[in-house]
């Protein structure tokens, strides 16, 4: 009795996260990821500023350092099929860095929506060139 109830727990709980029965990813709700791509010869510094769910948490407000010619991941997260990719960040602060173009992230039309491999979407936004 004992070890049946232990085995009843143990499934209930790799279950619950997941695990023994992964659970479908919402199709209006796919997993987004959000990449920031620097194509200048300078390493670009940037901070931003995302709600974190639950709302109790807070905002949460990570610093990010992109080398030359490289990108970064700056977020991953279940994300509204239409929705505008930059209103998931509250605050996108750019460091200055001179000789280098940067663009505005609060603009639309500078996150570049694509698919990966799964048919996820991914949104990429060229930050400096």
Do not use: H
């Not at 620097?38 to 639950?54: A, G, K, L, R």
Request: net charge positive; charged share 20%; aromatic share 14%.
């Amino acid at each position: 009795m004992k070890q049946s109830i232990i085995i009843l727990l143990l499934s209930y709980l790799l279950t619950s996260c997941g695990i023994l029965i992964p659970f479908p990813e919402n199709k209006k709700f796919p997993t987004t990821t959000f990449y920031v791509k620097n194509n200048s010869n300078e390493t670009i510094n940037f901070s931003s500023t995302v709600v974190v769910f639950p709302m109790s948490r807070g905002p949460l407000t990570r610093n990010f350092s992109v080398r030359p010619k490289d990108s970064i991941l700056a977020r991953q997260i279940s994300f509204k099929k239409d929705a505008e990719p930059q209103k998931w960040f509250i605050e996108f602060i750019i460091f200055p860095n001179e000789n280098v173009k940067i663009f505005d992230p609060n603009k639309a039309e500078n996150w570049i929506k694509g698919v990966n491999s799964k048919g996820r979407p991914i949104y990429t936004f060229t930050i400096a060139e």
